[in-house]
């Protein structure tokens, strides 16, 4: 089997994603210290092995406990794994850098751009963490919904690292019967990969609560992936990333299955209602709400069209009508397929 090693573990952030990793790994025999910022999340996994708030009925192993303490989830720990949301990203990696073991390898399992800014995560942990961790810091990304991980569905991911050794050094840790993690050193391209596909899945699910088939829905995610790439070639990234499981991969599963949180949003504002009303109704962050603001400026910044990512924004914060924003893109200058600009 691939990737036998156990190491003491520390995972920050203990919403979906990051509990199923803190499971998949100690169900591979590591001990496993989670970081939560809620009470009741920290006394439901030593009580009762479940998070109450994030996967729900999923029972954790023995190997996994939680504490509301940083210092202590970290204490001693060979792997450090972040995973809160990206709007809150680095506040919390900045309360718990003191604490983060000296050359440990750190996996971000965050998607997100920062706003303002327009850092992807590795980049703003290096600024907290100095540039020295950048050797270090890998990003986990692909189609990977935290429910069907957690029941063991068999799932592939990419690892990116600056320096290959240490994506290579984390692959084998990771991977075995549930996880394959594919190694890369294109840090740019995962990054943003994982990022921009929720502000297009938004797009789709906004087609889809407008009743539009499957035509439409492709198109988007076609032309969506066509301005990822764009944005990607002019940040330094590799376009062939964003043909595998970051790029493409992810795209489609975000924007096709109905657990998609980013695909939901979009639909509820395809049939008419507004952005407030669904995050009143929703625990859980739709990264995509998020990035679409740090999008939009990141293009503007790096001089990139992004015509969908735009006009999500628009809907979002604008209260752009999803039909008229259809209408927009449909009226847009013709262009070749393969223009770069």
């Known amino acids: 089997m691939a990737g036998m090693t156990t190491r003491t573990t520390a995972v920050i952030g203990a919403g979906n994603w990051g509990t199923a990793l803190a499971k998949l790994i100690a169900d591979r025999g590591s001990p496993v210290t989670m970081w939560a910022y809620e009470r009741e999340v920290v006394e439901g996994i030593n009580e009762r092995h479940e998070n109450p708030f994030y996967l729900q009925g999923e029972r954790l192993p023995e190997g996994l406990r939680a504490t509301g303490e940083l ?10 794994l ?5 709007h809150v990203f680095r506040d919390v990696l900045g309360a718990a850098a003191k604490h983060v073991p000296a050359g440990a390898p750190l996996m971000i ?5 920062e706003e303002q800014s327009c850092l992807i995560m590795t980049e703003v ?5 100095g540039w ?4 270090r810091t890998a990003v986990l990304s692909g189609p990977s919904f935290a429910k069907e991980l957690a029941r063991g569905d068999p799932t592939a991911v ?3 690292c600056r320096n290959l050794a240490v994506a290579e050094d984390l692959q084998r840790f990771l991977s075995g019967d549930v ?13 943003l990969g994982g990022a921009v596909k929720n502000v297009i899945a938004i797009a789709v699910g906004a087609a889809t609560g407008l009743g539009l088939g499957h035509n439409s829905r492709a198109a988007l995610m076609t032309r969506g992936i066509a301005e990822i790439t764009r944005l990607v070639l002019q940040r330094g990234g590799n376009a062939l990333t ?8 992810d795209l489609v599963l975000t924007c096709t299955s109905e657990l998609s949180r980013n695909r939901q949003v979009g639909e509820a504002l395809g049939r008419g209602e507004k952005l407030k009303d669904w995050v009143s109704r929703n625990r859980q962050v739709a990264e995509g709400v998020h990035n679409a603001r740090s999008v939009r400026q990141l293009s503007q910044r790096a001089g990139v069209e992004m015509p969908i990512s735009e006009l999500v924004y628009r809907a979002l914060y604008e209260e752009l009508p999803p039909a008229q924003a259809i209408g927009l893109l449909m009226g847009r200058t013709l262009r070749h397929e393969r223009d770069e600009k």
């Open 158 to 160: 990419s690892l990116a």
């Open 109 to 113: 399992a965050t998607k997100g751009i």
């Open 82 to 86: 972040l995973a809160p949301p990206s």
């Open 179 to 191: 996880l394959r993690a594919y190694a890369t050193e294109d840090v740019v391209g995962v990054s």
């Open 242 to 249: 964003l043909a595998g499981l970051s790029g493409i991969g």
């Open 132 to 135: 020295k961790a950048w050797e």
């Open 125 to 129: 942990a290096a600024e907290i963490l």
């Open 71 to 80: 210092a202590e989830a970290l204490r001693g720990a060979e792997v450090v």
